[in-house]
């Protein structure tokens, strides 16, 4: 009995993370684990109430045994995949200013004013991208997408 209920709540998870995956567009969207490989719709992870993607199950199960060294890219993913939306400064908490916008880990974001945005931008490469989607960052500027 206990064999039945567990695999049923695991093809429960399954196709629920690929029904939610249809409606996310993964064609540029990399493994939060290798960046170097594309992410697949059927290799998914829940995260932060959305729904983080792998190229393997490999990568998944480096990332669901320990989030914590994969937080940027997997935050940064929430993002690009529009799970989550920018609200706010993710440096500041600051209301956003839209000419401030810059691309950071191929999602557009915009900040409080130049200064923060100076600071990103003179950033280079991954802590650039630790910046804005590090997990303190993270909480101040985005939040969860609403469902429409």
Known sequence: MKM????GLAAMA???????????NLSKVKCVVNPKAGAKAEKSADYRGGHVYFCCDNCKGKFTADSKPFAVPANAQLVATKQFKQKACPLSGGKLDPATAIEVGGVKVCFCCNNCK???AGAEGDAQTA????????EKGFAAAKAE
């Open 118 to 120: 100076g600071k990103v």
């Open 14 to 24: 399954a196709l629920t993370a690929t029904l939610f995956a249809a409606d996310v």
């Open 4 to 7: 039945r209920i567990l695999f």
């Open 131 to 138: 910046l804005v989607f590090a997990d303190a960052a993270f």
